[in-house]
Every structure is written in structure tokens, then in C-alpha cells.
Nanobody, 119 residues
């Protein structure tokens, strides 16, 4: 079992920045693919960014490319999402998640952190 806890959400003006963190416990996070998802009111949860266990590969949905950066520190069992040039449409609850290599489905989820971008 892996427990995930997000932090760093908040209210920011359009064009501003936030850095989300995801702290993992229970098992070393270095063995898992990890990712960020978000869910806006009335919308389905969507994939935002993903990172391989060694951090050698990263993936982004098109709408955040060039603005968001995913990273991880396996020594600290922590993953980050640096969000720059934020837009009102980035407003959502952001979730971190983890999955074992070889699986497509994310197995473990955090409770979410709210990000609100005002115009």
C-alpha cells in the first residue's frame, strides 16, 4: 500500500504560479509511475502529467505543455508539479496518483488539493 498526500494548492491570479507537492508513504515511491490528475466542477477527471519511476520520462497533456513541470525526489518520496502561467481554466482539484510498472491503471490516489485561478 502507498499513501499519498497532496499539498500546495490555493488561490492565485491568472498568470501566477503554484507548486504542488505529493508526499508518499508506506512503500518507497521510487518503484512506481506517478502522475497528476485534475477534476474541475462538472467535468470528468483528466490526466495532467506523469513521470516514470526514475524520472527519466515525463508526459503532459497538451493544455499544460510549456507551463507545467512534473518532477520527483525519490530520496524524499515526493513528487512535484510546478505550475506557471496559470489560467482560470486550470481551476480544479488536483490529485496525485501512483501505479506499479506494467499497469495502466493508477492504483493509489491522494485526497486532492484545490487550485483556484482567478481572472
Amino acid at each position: 500500500q502507498v499513501q499519498l498526500v497532496e499539498s500546495g494548492g490555493g488561490l492565485v491570479q491568472a498568470g501566477g504560479s503554484l507548486r504542488l507537492s505529493c508526499a508518499a508513504s508506506g512503500r518507497p515511491s521510487s518503484g512506481y509511475h506517478m502522475g497528476w490528475f485534475r477534476q474541475a466542477p462538472g467535468k470528468e477527471r483528466e490526466f495532467v502529467a506523469g513521470i516514470s519511476p526514475s524520472a527519466g520520462s515525463t508526459y503532459y497533456t497538451d493544455s499544460v505543455k510549456g507551463r507545467f513541470t512534473i518532477s520527483r525526489d525519490n530520496r524524499k518520496n515526493t513528487m512535484f508539479l510546478q505550475m506557471n502561467s496559470l489560467k482560470p481554466e486550470d481551476t480544479a482539484v488536483y490529485y496525485c496518483a501512483a501505479r506499479s510498472p506494467g499497469l495502466q491503471r493508477y492504483e493509489y490516489w491522494g485526497q486532492g488539493t484545490q487550485v483556484t485561478v482567478s481572472s
